[in-house]
């Protein structure tokens, strides 16, 4: 328990060590055994022993390292690189590498290989014991996840923004580890691709994507469409902040919900713009207060109809792509989500893993 008069000493990140058989098996910090399947385990590995075909259906998925027992890490290991290796995995060949390697008396010898053959009468259903081994291996990571997020809020080197995206970092890393996409039919997408082309031939004519308010564009593009990213490159000084945030401003006056992430200017100067927008007063005079009583009730039916339209400003200087992400994430389940704009690119903070400028801006644009 907590020491008195001072925090309670959170040990270091668990080391999750895989044990031998008959080892102990590495407990979490608060004493409770990590989330895991044995029988799930062995039923794979059994499965795969059976049918040297079957390491075909799991291997894209099914890492090592998601087995909990050291004994089965170290089998299916020795499977996967005989299958790499376009060579037959099977009790022979197994047992053959696993002597090479030294390791044949670690995971309990042939005997231990032999009872594997024996947990399951065959492969068919090798990936359903797959996706619980992958599934325990995910929750041992989040809980590992948790005690580096514990150990990032005890390190007092860092500032508060870097513990935030250091956290959130980590917690991404094992979604991303287990978001991997695996091939798809070309039948799958054109079913897909049928089902959106009939809707669009039965709303012919009609908008189907964000408008921007510019009528031409709307007519080349169809309005911007989900998934798409859009880059507004140009010089300095010749108007890409004023034209985002015409396109953002004509997307939340047609009742989309949008998110503004600003780097580089506070929100009350986007709403002085947005304003000027709205009124057609200078957005000079505006910040000058050069104002006739004609214009203030202009300015006082704008305020209504701004007030009203679904535009969420934050401009957090320096913002992280994992902080910005996280935001996003919550505004779209909280309010919705039609459009992202984020000015500008260049001023955000990436992972800081890249091995420059050009690799963190890459990586941005990819989160």
């Known amino acids: 328990g907590p020491r008195a008069g001072g925090a309670r000493p959170w040990p270091a990140p668990t080391a999750w060590l895989l044990g031998r058989p008959g080892e102990r098996f590495v407990q979490t910090i608060d004493g409770r055994m990590p989330p895991h399947n044995l029988e799930a385990e062995e039923s794979v590995l059994g499965a795969l022993l059976l049918d040297r075909d079957a390491i075909i259906r799991v291997a894209s998925t099914l890492k090592p390292e998601d087995f909990y027992r050291g004994a089965h890490a170290a089998i299916y290991r020795t499977i996967l690189d005989l299958y790499n290796r376009r060579e037959p995995p099977d009790l022979l060949t197994v047992a053959a590498e696993l002597e090479r390697r030294d390791e044949l008396e670690n995971v309990g010898g042939v005997a231990a290989l032999s009872s594997l053959l024996n947990v ?67 039948a799958e997408v054109l079913e897909t691709f049928f089902d959106k082309l009939d809707f669009i031939q039965q709303h012919r004519g009609e908008l189907l994507g964000v408008p921007t308010g510019f009528q031409d564009l709307d007519q080349l593009t169809g309005g911007l469409q989900k998934s798409d990213l859009i880059i507004l490159a140009a010089r300095p000084g010749v108007g890409k902040t004023s034209f985002s945030l015409g396109l953002a ?47 203030w009730e202009s300015i006082s039916r704008a305020f209504g109809r701004l007030s009203e339209a679904k535009i969420y400003i934050d401009d ?9 992400r996280s ?29 420059n400028r050009v690799q963190e801006v890459s990586e941005i644009s990819r989160g």
């Open 120 to 186: 399951v009468p065959t492969a068919v259903h090798v990936e359903y014991y797959s996706q619980i081994v992958e599934r325990t291996a995910m929750l041992r990571q989040i809980i590992r996840a948790g005690a580096d997020i514990v150990n990032i809020g005890y390190n007092d080197r860092l500032e508060a923004n870097e513990a935030l995206d250091a956290a959130q970092r980590a917690i991404h890393e094992v979604a991303q580890g287990r978001g991997a996409r695996d091939f798809v039919s070309i």
């Open 327 to 355: 935001k996003a994430r919550r505004l779209q389940a909280e309010r919705g989500l039609d459009f992202v704009q984020i000015d500008y690119l260049q001023l955000m903070q990436g992972s800081k893993r890249g091995d």
């Open 249 to 295: 401003y004509n997307a939340a006056m047609a009742g989309k919900t949008v998110a503004i992430f600003n780097l580089e200017m506070p929100a009350e100067q986007l709403v002085q713009r947005m304003l000027a927008m709205e009124t057609g007063i200078d957005s000079h005079r505006l910040r000058l207060g050069h104002i006739n009583d004609d214009e």
């Open 316 to 324: 957090t200087p320096g913002i992280g792509i994992m902080e910005l």
